[in-house]
């Protein structure tokens, strides 16, 4: 059987780029997306020599519909198909609280983390009923939590209810959804380094370890947290 193809958004950096990795090393093509594709082409070029996969970079803005469309037409012409999508993209804010951050990043965070996923979703949905495909969502543990005034964790809320939804829809098809719930991820996501955080290669082994699963075996959910520090 030829390689399986994934498509990550939001590739070029922390959870997207790890998992573009482990993806390459456990055997997929990988179609890397993001606004710029400049890092993407030095990963997909590293991915192709240290893996001997095939991988290629894609331009796009996860808030543009038609961009999406175009993103999943050009990788079925590219690679043949598609197999799996990770829906990673994903932005936070900079301000605090409903009182003191900006409306207006709002609305990029909202476009971003809702509306970015749902659309790629609609856009490769035709190509991975084809193959009975796999759809991963980078969700957060703030989905679940209740934290002060976070805007953020109400996109996250909703990207659960996007999978949990998405699920009902497509059962019977034979396609598989996986939320992906990371704790905190030291990331360029944060300007100053987390202590007791997660790596993008913790999730990334995660986001693997869902795709690699038999047919018959849907992972859910997964709440990925650090393990709290040894209290001396």
């Not at 482990?22 to 240290?50: C, D, F, I, M, P």
């Not at 098809?173 to 905190?184: A, D, Q, Y």
Request: aromatic letters at 6%.
């Amino acid at each position: 059987m030829a390689n399986p193809t994934l498509l990550i958004t939001g590739a070029s950096t922390g959870i997207g780029e790890a998992s573009a990795r482990h993806a390459a090393q456990a055997g997929y093509n990988v179609a890397l997306a993001a606004r710029s594709t400049k890092r993407l082409e030095t990963l997909a070029e590293s991915l192709e020599q240290e893996y001997g996969v095939r991988s290629m970079a894609f331009t796009c803005n996860v808030q543009s519909w038609e961009a999406q469309e175009q993103l999943v037409a050009s990788v079925v012409e590219h690679f043949g198909g598609l197999d799996a999508v990770f829906a990673n993209a994903g932005r936070g804010l900079e301000g605090r609280g409903y009182g003191g951050s900006d409306p207006e990043e709002w609305r990029e965070v909202l476009l971003t983390n809702v509306l970015g996923p749902a659309l790629t979703v609609r856009a490769a949905m035709a190509e991975l009923k084809k193959r009975r495909g796999h759809v991963l969502i980078t969700g957060s543990v703030a989905g679940r939590r209740v934290m002060p005034g976070s805007f953020y964790g109400a996109t996250k809320s909703a990207v659960q209810s996007m999978a949990y939804n998405l699920r009902e829809e497509v059962k019977g098809s034979g396609m598989r959804v996986t939320l992906i719930e990371p704790g905190v991820v030291d990331t360029p996501f944060f300007d100053e380094p987390q202590e007791n955080a997660l790596t993008p290669d913790d999730i990334a082994r995660s986001v693997v370890f869902a795709l690699t699963q038999p047919k018959h075996v849907e992972v859910h959910d997964m709440c990925i947290l650090p393990t709290p520090p040894i209290e001396e």
